[in-house]
């Protein structure tokens, strides 16, 4: 069965329509096999972040971004935070945004 994708808020899915094309596309690609996949998603296209949260790991000609999401009821994905990365790491706070959204999915 195949898994649906929700945003978290309007602003993270228009966040990524604003991503550089190359990106977007292969955003795109990862998302049509996160639905059909799910959990069972791995790397080189997502990665477990710990504690519920993955990110995707979309990237092109220029540059990397990541999508942190997290699995929620009835085969439900929920896309919690983007970003397009300029360091190597991920910014912590990035992944705060992404951890403190997952708790509000998660508690309703």
């Given at each position: ?34 639905i ?22 979309p ?34 706070q ?15």
């Amino acid at each position: 069965m195949a898994y649906t994708v929700e945003y978290f808020h309007p602003r993270v899915k228009a966040e990524i329509e604003t991503w550089p094309d190359g990106i977007l596309a292969d955003f795109a690609r990862i998302v049509e096999l996160l639905i059909e996949f799910g959990p069972n998603l791995r790397m080189p296209h997502s990665r477990a972040m710990g504690s519920g949260l993955f990110e995707l790991r979309p990237r092109g000609r220029e540059g990397i971004g990541r999508v942190f999401y997290c699995f929620v009821v009835r085969q439900r994905v929920m896309i919690l935070h983007a970003f397009v990365k300029k360091t190597e790491d991920t910014p912590n706070q990035e992944l705060r945004i992404a951890r403190r959204r997952m708790k509000e999915v998660q508690n309703g």
